[in-house]
């Protein structure tokens, strides 16, 4: 189903329906119950303007929601807004409200609470360079939200709508909230109970939600949708085997992530229903280039040169992965296979000539890796056995998740590769995964905080280039650049597998465990 807004302006952006039309938008079939999820990481926090960490994102995004999301297929589209308006210069946009969304303490929303949150985020959001081509934005009336452009940037809502680390919308009074400690208050279908951090987060049903009226079925991150359970609880539990566990008893009523090695038994418990995401995400080496060995490019290029990516990614995930070059999955549009000669060379005689090349003396190299994700880990220990196997000083520092996530934002933490994933930014598109490469925030952490210029040209160019062919030669160059510099190593994707109890309904995987239109059958 298509329906247009119809808001007096040049361009108006179309809200696409995730459904076949039907009579009557999503009903809970059955309401009531309390429904656990099995997360597998802790979360450093639910402020989801300054973190951009998946197990923050599991939880805050079923309580908070944004001016414009992305659907079922990663496209842009109004949540909040109920309609946009582009003029015919490219830039102003003019987004109409939703009328009758109260925040979860019960105050209505109005575009005084935008501008607020627009204006935190500028000033401490994780990916604020979103809003650098804004020149202001402001509020005519409290209905009303428009943006001033600087210049035309054909991307823009692209980036507006993504959730890696979203402008998600808070009431005015707590745009002063300092980083991290964002109140959790929302609009969303759940409204938080409790929060204990290595613990658990328990949401509720949040009875003064309005649904948005133009779909009739959740779809990505928007939609309509309907909190079906009483409770939700985002339990922590680290332990593969005890998600496994859980699930079988029925302590947990989902889960995000099982072991490969128990899913034959799992796939012929009846009460149990198996739900595999390929590429769901990439695993990454993450250079620290401000920190000696790994400041010097012919070091980065010797490891670059000397990981096998297959024995790698087998640890990583018991055998369940795809190899491919690059930041964007093999089934994506802007796919490339730029920079592909520098992947998988597994040449240790290539790797021990640049290490020569790069003065190297055997000072340490610090892995920076966690236990919460046993990909992960496991990733880090067989880098760690490579690197030793040709004479460099790897050592792993293991700490939780959330510890290691704050310590990889910052260059003087005492590590030299940062040992993650990236699913939700490729998924979502070039952008949001080549934004984490680019101020403020630049993951390869450059010295003194100074972005590469090559590497902001070929940025700049693949947001503003007018035509879609352009941008996606400039992606290409860019990713070419990348990885000849070695600002990062993509390894590899790996297939996550979640799975929930036979009598939940309704739950369709995504980047994140929606819990919305999902409920237990009788």
Known sequence: MLRRVTFSAITVISVCAAAPVSAEPFKCPRVGGNFTFGQEANFNGLDQMTSATISTRNIAMNMFESLMTRDENFKPILELGDSMAETSDHLMYTFKLRQG????????????????????????????????NVDRWEAPDKDTFIIHMKKVQPTFLELLSSFGAPIV????????????QLKTIGTGPWQ?????PGGYVKMKRYEGYKPNTNFEQKTGLGGYKQACFDTVTFRIVTEPQARVAGLRTGELQGVEDLPTKSLADLKNDKNISVIPLQNWWIQIAQPNVSMPP???????????????????????????????AGFQYPNQAFHSDAGKDTYNLKNPDLARKYLAQSGYQGEPVVLLTNKDYPSMYNSALVMQQEMQAIGINAQLKVVDWPTSAQMAQRSDTGWNIFCTGWGTQPALGVLPTMQLFVQPGAVYMPKGGQDDPRVVEYWTETNSLPTLEGRKQAFARMQQYVLDQVYTVPLGSLTKVQAV??????????????????????
């Open 101 to 132: 969304i109260r925040f979860h303490n019960g105050k209505e929303m109005t575009s005084a609470d935008v501008v607020a949150s627009f204006d935190r985020y500028a000033k401490i959001g994780l990916y604020r360079s979103t809003l650098a």
């Open 169 to 180: 919308i808070i009431p005015a009074e707590n745009k002063d909230d300092p980083p991290m």
């Open 192 to 196: 938080l109970v409790e929060s204990a």
């Open 294 to 324: 790994t400041d010097n490019v012919m070091f980065r290029k010797a490891v670059q040169a000397l990981f096998d990516m297959d024995e790698i990614m087998d640890a990583a995930s018991d055998g369940n992965y795809h190899l491919h």
């Open 501 to 522: 109890r036979a009598n939940v309904k309704g739950y369709v995987p995504y980047r994140i465990p929606r819990l919305s239109n999902v409920w237990f059958e009788h």
